[in-house]
């Protein structure tokens, strides 16, 4: 078996695209988009007509401009997801927009805006996620969506600061960012890093242990990969979601591949409770969490607003 089928026997893998055709050819089980993802989907042929009919949607719903775009872009990430849905056997993340990341009610009420379009094509809430962003009120929004049965992916999550406070909320899954800590590591120190000391695999490595340790049922799903190294240092994660250049190198690589992470291993690690003020005392104490979380929601933003601007400038 190749890397790939030896991973799926442990971890469940996701694919991290919009692009219909890499989800077909790598049968993942879940797939997971985002603002940044949408961007590069709305210029693949097989969502042009997506493009169109979502905005056709969004004018006959009436509203100045500003709705209209933003009914737009919500009609087309969830017709895009429902695509990927016909394809995959379990569930797609969609994700709130990321200026959204600082205003808790605005989230609740989007991501409950999405599910409604979700269930308007046919598709279950059973079959989404709702992927918001790890600060406090992204936090305290999904805690009430998960009371509400409403699934989310706590994403842009950098520090186990994060991770205690999502696990406590109550939230079904978190997604923390491996490449995009080991890209901070790599910027802010002489140190070279290879797999085994990669400090993003070793932030997924304590918050799995944490997690089993203290009996959270929380999934965790390592996510933005820089190499195969990564991935292969945390086979047996809960889950992992990979880009199709990631999972076509696994493809084809026939090497075995043994489990790294397991359930079974506690660490022994000490139970930790966050209010709000310890929470935020302690993200700003981790000066990469910080500033990755802050970089990511402006990066979110920006394609957000692209997508905005490619949705207004298309003709139904």
């Not at 009436?62 to 737009?72: F, L, Q, T, Y």
Request: proline letters at 3%; hydrophobic letters at 40%; charged letters at 25%.
């Amino acid at each position: 078996m190749n890397k790939l089928e030896q991973l799926k026997k442990m971890t469940d893998v996701v694919a991290d695209t919009g692009d219909l055709s890499a989800i077909n050819l790598y049968k993942p089980v879940d797939a997971t988009t985002n603002p940044s993802l949408l961007l590069k989907a709305v210029n693949l042929p097989a969502y042009k007509s997506l493009v169109a009919s979502s905005k056709e949607w969004a004018d006959r719903q009436g509203g100045d401009n500003k709705e209209i775009v933003s009914n737009s872009c919500d009609k087309l990430a969830v017709d895009i997801g429902s695509e990927i849905l016909k394809i995959i056997p379990g569930r797609v993340s969609s994700e709130v927009d990321a200026r959204l990341s600082f205003d808790e009610n605005a989230t609740v009420e989007k991501a409950k805006r999405l599910i409604d379009l979700y269930q308007q094509n046919g598709i279950p809430s059973q079959r989404v996620l709702i992927k918001i962003a790890s600060t406090w009120e992204g936090i305290r929004a999904a805690e009430k969506l998960e009371k509400d049965g409403i699934n989310c992916n706590l994403t842009l999550l950098f520090g186990f600061d994060q991770a205690i406070a999502c696990a406590d909320a109550g939230v079904f899954l978190i997604s923390p960012f491996v490449g995009r800590i080991l890209d901070w590591h790599q910027i802010n120190s002489d140190q070279k890093f290879t797999a085994k000391n990669d400090p993003g695999v070793a932030s997924v490595k304590k918050i799995y242990c944490y997690y089993k340790d203290h009996g959270y049922g929380t999934v965790v799903m390592g996510a933005s990969f820089r190499n195969i190294g990564q991935i292969e240092e945390l086979a047996g994660c809960d889950r992992l979601t990979i880009s199709p250049s990631l999972l076509d190198e696994l493809s084809l690589d026939f090497e075995e591949l043994g489990r790294k992470l397991d359930p079974s291993r506690l660490s022994g690690s000490e139970l930790i409770k966050h209010t709000e003020p310890s929470f935020r005392l302690g993200l700003n104490s981790d000066a990469m969490a910080h500033e990755k979380l802050g970089e990511g929601i402006r990066l979110f933003a920006k394609d957000q607003e692209r997508l905005e601007n490619i949705i207004s400038a298309t003709n139904p």
